[in-house]
């Protein structure tokens, strides 16, 4: 269903709540009833794993889960307690996206108007790893990288809004 963009990001609402509640923590017994009856490669695709395995010993516990892929996979299958994902053009295009060059991180966090530790609280992430992504020292991973798309509203593909 293609939707028209929201006029506002999450961000701009300048609202707590949101700023504490787009992350969410890992629930590990969620995990399997939540991928089931999906297409395991539909949601490799759309979350930019590596293969069906991965999913499959995240689902049974024999690998780890980052807050923030687990909050991209309650997006996609609608389990997330407060927002909903929204495709412009259908769910054929990936979710998943790939960081940009440093720099280009850092410079788009500050045209948003977030500092380090803003940035951090809404990612769920400590201040020094924010700070290793400004310094260049290390790149974010996509699925941090496509979350702040989604809280911004800057994703190519998709929207997140209230339920």
Known sequence: KQTGRLKK?????????????VVSEVDRDALKPMIQGFDPKYLIDLLGLRSVEVLEKIAAGESDIDPRTFTLLQLITNQHPIFEIRAFDGFDKPLSIQPPSLDDFRNVRQQCGLKQPQFSKLMNLNRLTVKQ?????????????????????RHPNYEIGLK
């Open 9 to 21: 990001n999450l961000l701009g609402e300048n609202n707590p709540f949101m700023w504490r509640n």
């Open 133 to 153: 992504y400004d310094k260049g020292e290390k790149k974010p991973p996509a699925s941090t990288w496509t979350l702040f798309l989604l809280a911004i509203n």
